[in-house]
């Protein structure tokens, strides 16, 4: 297996199986996963890292005002659930980022962690109040509101998968501008 290395991205955690665990005796130490072990390692820590990075936009979704069952916690709840199952599977190697030929998911290097905060925030903004505005504006064609709703939800998913897939690309450009 090949451990070459591309500034900023963790390819060598979607090319195998090991990942670094600790058993509360204050030591890390590494153990080789199966596949399932490291989709739910994967899953906690891009669940932390981008629920971090995005709490501005987050909680911006859970203080907007209500105008029924179907507002932005419905569709920030879509477009969160999809973003960190998405940057999951990339982490992993079970899919590949868009626009890049180097598997895995971005580092957590200093310069990376500040390109988070407006990336996810301002996608998952996009994709949260974007699916709002899909269901209002289908809703106004469409009264019967189901239509709408599937497909407000639909543009939450679909754009936050896009934000995890296309995320290792901006972080590549990130750090051939800033360094």
């Given amino acids: 297996m090949s451990r070459r290395r591309t500034p900023g991205r963790e390819g060598a955690a979607a090319r195998s199986g090991e990942r670094r665990t600790w058993y509360g005796y204050g030591e890390l130490t590494r153990v080789e996963k199966s596949r399932l072990g490291v989709f739910l390692h994967d899953t906690t820590r891009l669940f932390a890292e981008i629920s971090v990075v995005s709490l501005p936009v987050l909680l911006l979704a859970m203080e907007h005002p209500p105008s029924g069952w179907f507002d932005a916690k419905a569709t920030g709840l879509v477009a969160w659930i999809a973003a960190v199952v998405t940057a999951t599977l990339v982490r992993g190697g079970f ?29 998952l903004a996009l994709a949260i109040f974007g699916g709002l505005g899909v269901e209002r504006s289908v809703a106004t064609v469409v009264p019967d509101g189901a239509l709408g709703i599937v497909l407000g939800l639909t543009w939450a998913a679909g754009v936050a998968v896009l934000l995890s897939l296309s995320f290792p690309r901006v972080a590549e450009r990130w750090l051939s501008v800033v360094g």
């Fill in 95 to 123: 899919v590949r980022p868009l626009a890049t030929a180097t598997p895995g998911w971005v580092t957590l290097s200093p310069s990376l962690l500040l390109a988070r905060i407006p990336y996810f925030n301002g996608g």
